[in-house]
């Protein structure tokens, strides 16, 4: 055992370095030497200092400074364990003796604070003590290596409920190796405490376990997180093989962070990055830049702007001069050089441009990618992304010789002539992203370099002189456009010899084929079924002589389908490109149409002939609506002429309403169900653009009748819709609201109640197999893996509880709620109702409170319902949408005056439905904005309670709000009716009973319902009340006990309600009969006797207890 001398001296040296009499410098060699006489009484000295400072842990920095202090300590002694050579002269046990380790200190003190700290699963009550011990644990493990108690401590302490001590477990988990630190580390990383978030961030190693936790952080809210996650990426530049190609993509564009720690984090990432893989363009390599191309870009850009030399260095190898027409041909091996080259050369100087590009040897390069594009192979995609980059260039390059713009004239040309199409697909047109991608394509940028080198830009003053080049460009391109049909019409006529275009002759061609087609498979279907009657006749000759008319069949039908796919692509090929032309000439010119005659030829002499083709296909019947809509967003007369045919095509959505589900992916009706979702789409767009632009040609009628089109969309296709609404309204909403002032459109009044309901919808996802949002929830719904990889919607179908497998293998045609995109259309939609009210004019505000009105009017408050959901024991209450976040949105940005009119249309609810209201929180968010309750909503609150609404669910609010003033009798005053509220008594009802206001209900869904609404899949008319409460709002209507000390006459009342929240107050002639009358107090003597009582019943309150 340890002397107590030698104890004393220790614990001496101690105080006096903690107490800052001697140096922690000169302190350690006195230690060490007392350590090396004496090693046990060291490690008692250290270990009673530990329990001084562990029950001291509320000094504060003095018991940290104590605590680090001891660490030091311990870590000194450590490393010093091995002693110094022993002199030569000393031989036999002696030498021996002296010659061997120290015993270890790190070890035993561990051991001593982990007594401390209470051991497994159990932990002291004051967070102060819990927060010492944590940091001694953290501070001393990463000494004493494979330590399994204090890894399982820190475990314990990486759940506390204080996030300064998870964040200090965090800490001391990074400096252990197992799996399971690694687990708790990766379940810190989502902590909502900013500070654990990034220290388990830091401390998390990279590897192909951990490396899809870490990426969910890139786009945390908090910077410093984002930067952390940089840090530690920058300390393991080997990891970039565990990050796949679009999250180091996502990674690079860090570059360009909002942050400055956050860029200057990333900046220390990439340069590990580059130094460890040799240079800038093996890590662009890496990078996915096709999948993302706007990201893509992005990450080339920040890359370009921080690596500027060996940009430049790029550029001038792949754009600059060239000798030879064989290396003038030689091409990338990826499209990341040339990627970098054009960015690289948009960050020059004009100069510097000038004196890198040569133009003459880019064309060169640009014919050569455009001929490797024509290949079909593996290569063929990129290279076509490739000619896109090097278009880019050549639209950007200065072109002053008159040789150099024949040659770039030729290439223009060439690109319109051979260039790959767009890889559009039918669902991506009418969206932003597909809107996006074909402005960029080969066609388009042909249009534009052919501008170019006519000397037009896209945006400059229109004079007669420029309106005469334009239509002198938009001739050359029609020019064009007969130049390539030309071959056809040629070839087809000298087989057929008959008159007309020859996309008219290969269409009927192929609608012949598919009526033949049509009856060969008839035949066959007969010829099988006689088939299986001879056999089962055993008439086995007629049975032979069927399968040879089987053989000849199908070889006559293979044929036939052989034919017409040839046929199809040829004419498909060349109307497709037609059309590409077409819309990008429309795209990009800035001509008057009605003075060029070319361009507004081509409506009557291409576009129109093509929509009554026969036979025509998904894709060309696509991208016809979609040049016809760019007419008329060009012209009003067009518009206006077309505007019939665009509410029709918009309409059509109905009709993919009803046959959702009925047509299995593949099939030919699935492919009719896309493409007629995309016409919408894009007439969508189209009905939105002209009431903007042409408002003033179009009359007041047609202008509404975009709204009301708009408006009245199927749930499965809102998604179409949104975008154009919002436009409309932030454009022409004073037009909606002036004539809802005359009569109520209540279509487009309905729009805006489920546009507010999708920008509050709940988007947690169900762990379990159930579906969120459906009136009952079915225990033996299936699960899919697209529910689980979607997420799941605000609003189900009714028959969706029987066959949701078969309404998520619709893929773009279900509800459209992806997780990514739901998010980013909630925010845009949440930036669009927070606009809404600071609109110039007085019609923004009253729209929003109309919103809000039709989410109570219409019943879609349904939706916010806590409804209970089990799952493996366990009871979860799901919502759609929350009504509290909601209202408290719309009632803080309407004026006063306004906010009268959301608390009547809330309390309706309240007595229309008790029952479901506290469900849906309704009477809480009242309650949350009591403090700017408007005028006379005290009246309208008693008004409910008279009406049947719940009184214990309202007692917050009425408690909140201001007493009504009494007269004698117990009558209450006729107040004046609130301010804005027409009356033409002093005492006006402004709600109705219980019956009458869901009769006004089910009389606004019916109206609904006409106007071509499927109001029963937007929102249930009712729904079954949940036998039990949710947990919090059982404490909020919970009895508590008083705190404090009990007062004198306070001893029988155990048990008080909470006058604040969660009762109604009581009224004075009812707190006089419960009062205890005089002369009826209990003796002295028993009521000493009861508060002993409870006094020796009281749990003694220990420094430790059991975590249970």
């Keep these: 055992m340890a002397s107590k001398g030698q104890t004393a001296n220790v614990a001496k040296v101690l105080e006096q370095c903690i107490a800052g009499e001697v140096p922690e410098s000169n302190a350690l060699p006195q230690l060490l030497h007392l350590h090396r006489s004496d090693a046990r009484a060291v490690v008692a000295a250290l270990a009673e200092k530990a329990t001084t400072v562990v029950q001291q842990a509320d000094a504060g920095q003095a018991a940290t400074r104590a605590g680090q202090f001891l660490i030091n300590v311990a870590g000194f002694l450590d490393r010093q364990r091995e002693p110094e050579a022993a002199p030569k002269a000393k031989k036999g046990a002696a030498a021996a003796e002296a010659e061997a380790p120290l015993p270890e200190v790190s070890r035993p003190l561990l051991d001593h604070i982990l007594l401390l700290s209470g051991g497994k699963n159990r932990g002291s009550k004051d967070k102060a003590t819990r927060a010492q011990g944590c940091t001694l644990i953290s501070a001393l493990v990463a000494q004493v290596p494979e330590h399994k108690a ?137 990078c996915d830049l096709k999948s993302d191309e706007a990201l893509g870009e992005a990450a080339a850009a920040a890359l370009a702007a921080r690596f500027l030399e060996e940009g430049s260095r790029v550029a001038r190898q792949w ?27 948009a ?3 004009e100069a510097d441009r000038e004196e890198v590009l040569d133009v003459a040897s880019l064309v060169q390069r640009a014919h050569a ?54 890889c559009s697909t039918v669902t991506e047109i009418g969206t932003t992203a597909g809107t996006f991608r074909m402005a960029q394509s080969a066609i388009d940028l042909g249009i534009v370099i052919l501008r170019k080198v006519s000397g037009l830009v896209r945006f400059q003053a229109q004079t007669a002189k420029h309106q005469a080049v334009e239509a002198r460009c938009s001739t050359r391109v029609v020019l064009l456009v007969s130049e390539i049909c030309q071959p056809f019409e040629t070839s087809t006529a000298d087989e057929e010899g008959d008159e007309g275009p020859f996309t008219t002759r290969l269409s009927l061609q192929i609608q012949e084929l598919n009526g033949k087609i049509e009856e060969l498979q008839h035949t066959k279907a007969n010829i099988d079924q006689a088939k299986k009657k001879a056999l089962a006749a055993e008439d086995y000759l007629q049975a032979q002589k069927l399968k040879e008319q089987t053989r000849k069949n199908e070889k006559e039908l293979t044929s036939c389908v052989e034919e017409r796919d040839r046929l199809l692509k040829e004419r498909d090929g060349v109307c497709l490109r037609v059309l590409a032309i077409v819309s990008a000439l429309l795209r990009w010119s800035n001509s008057e149409i009605r003075k060029d005659p070319a361009l507004m030829g081509t409506l009557d002499q291409i576009l129109l002939p093509l929509v009554g083709l026969p036979a025509l296909s998904k894709e060309v019947e696509v991208a016809v609506v979609s040049a016809i809509c760019l007419f008329c967003v060009r012209d009003g007369a067009v518009a206006r002429s077309h505007w019939s045919l665009l509410l029709e095509l918009l309409r059509g959505l109905q009709e993919v309403e009803k046959a959702s589900g009925t047509h299995q992916p593949g099939t030919e009706g699935f ?55 919002c436009g409309y309204m932030l454009s022409l909403g004073h037009i909606y609201f002036e004539e809802h002032l005359k009569e109520p459109v209540l279509e487009v009044q309905w729009a805006l109640g489920w546009m507010l309901v999708e920008a509050f919808k709940q988007r947690r996802q169900p762990e379990d197999k159930q579906v969120e949002g459906k009136i009952k929830l079915v225990e033996d719904t299936p699960s899919t893996d697209g529910q689980k990889k979607r997420g799941l919607s605000w609003v189900t179908r009714k028959d969706e509880a029987q066959s949701a497998a078969k309404v998520d293998q619709l893929g773009d045609m279900d509800d459209g709620s992806e997780v990514t995109e739901a998010i980013a259309m909630a925010s845009r939609m949440t930036q669009f ?112 309670l008279d009406l049947g609404a719940d009184p214990e669910a309202l007692g917050p609010l009425r408690a909140r709000l201001p007493q009504l003033p009494e007269k004698a009798g117990n009558k209450k005053q006729k107040l004046p009716p609130a301010v804005g509220i027409p009356s033409a008594s002093a005492n006006p009802k402004l709600l109705v009973p219980p019956a009458a206001g869901k009769a006004a209900e089910q009389e606004r869904r019916e109206e609904l319902a006409s106007l071509g609404i499927n109001i029963d899949v937007w929102a249930p008319g009712d729904l079954e009340v949940p036998k039990m409460v949710p947990q919090f709002h059982r404490m909020r209507m919970a009895v508590r006990r008083p705190r404090g000390a009990q007062k004198k006459g306070q001893e029988n009342s155990a048990e008080v309600q909470n006058p604040k929240e969660n009762a109604l107050p009581v009224p004075a002639e009812a707190a006089a009969a419960k009062a205890p009358q005089e002369g009826t107090q209990e003796p002295e003597g028993k009521r000493r006797r009861r508060m002993g009582k409870q006094a020796e019943e009281a749990p003694a309150r220990l420094p430790l207890q059991e975590i249970r």
Excluded at 384 to 412: F, M, N, P, S, T
Excluded at 910 to 924: G, M, Q, R
Aim: hydrophobic content about 45%; proline content about 6%; charged content about 20%.
């Design 150 to 286: 204090a890894e399982e401590k820190l475990l314990e302490f990486a759940l506390d409920k204080v996030p300064s001590i998870r964040e200090k477990a965090v800490r001391g988990l990074a400096g252990l190796k197992s799996p399971t630190a690694e687990m708790a580390l990766m379940a810190r990383t989502t902590d909502q405490c900013t500070a654990v978030r990034a220290s388990a961030v830091r401390g998390l190693q990279v590897s192909s376990s951990t490396a899809g936790t870490l990426l969910e952080r890139i786009d945390d809210v908090e910077a410093c997180v984002r930067a952390q996650l940089f840090m530690r990426l920058s300390e393991q530049p080997a990891s970039i093989t565990e990050l796949g190609p679009a999250a180091l993509a996502r990674l690079v564009v860090g570059l360009a962070d909002r942050t400055n720690s956050v860029r200057s984090a990333a900046g220390q990432a990439v340069d590990a990055w580059v130094e460890h893989l040799g240079g800038v363009l093996p890590l662009l390599s890496r």
């Design 369 to 422: 990618v455009l001929e490797a594009s024509q290949k079909k192979d593996a290569n063929s995609t990129w290279q076509e992304y490739l000619l896109r980059q090097l278009l880019h260039v050549v639209a950007l390059a200065d072109i002053g010789d008159e040789g150099l713009r024949r040659q770039v004239e030729k290439l223009a040309e060439a690109v319109l002539f051979r260039s790959p199409l767009p």
């Design 671 to 725: 492919a009719k169900l896309q493409s007629d979702r995309a016409r919408a789409a894009v007439a969508a767009r189209a009905l939105a653009d002209c009431a903007r632009i042409h408002g003033g040609f179009l009359d007041r009628n047609e202008v509404l009748s975009c709204a009301q089109a708009l408006a009245a969309v199927p749930f499965s296709s809102r998604q179409v819709v949104i975008e154009p609404l």
């Design 833 to 944: 109702f927070a606009l809404l009210p600071k609109l110039p004019g007085k019609h923004g505000a009253p729209m929003l409170s109309l919103a809000l009105e039709s989410v109570c009017e219409s019943g879609l408050w349904r939706r916010g319902v806590l409804l209970p959901h089990t799952s493996d024991g366990q009871t979860r209450w799901l919502r759609n949408f929350s009504w509290p976040e909601l209202f408290s949105f719309v009632h803080e940005r309407l004026p006063a005056d306004m906010r009268f009119r959301l608390w009547r249309c809330s309390l309706q609810i309240c007595v229309n439905d008790p029952s479901l209201a506290p469900l849906a929180e309704i009477p809480f968010a009242l309650a949350s904005v009591a403090a700017d309750a408007p005028p006379g909503a005290s009246e309208l609150l008693q008004e409910a």
């Design 319 to 345: 754009l600059g001069q060239v000798t030879g027409k064989d290396k003038a041909k030689t091409l990338p091996d990826g499209p990341a050089p040339v990627l970098m080259a054009r960015l690289a050369l």
């Design 347 to 349: 960050n020059m100087s």
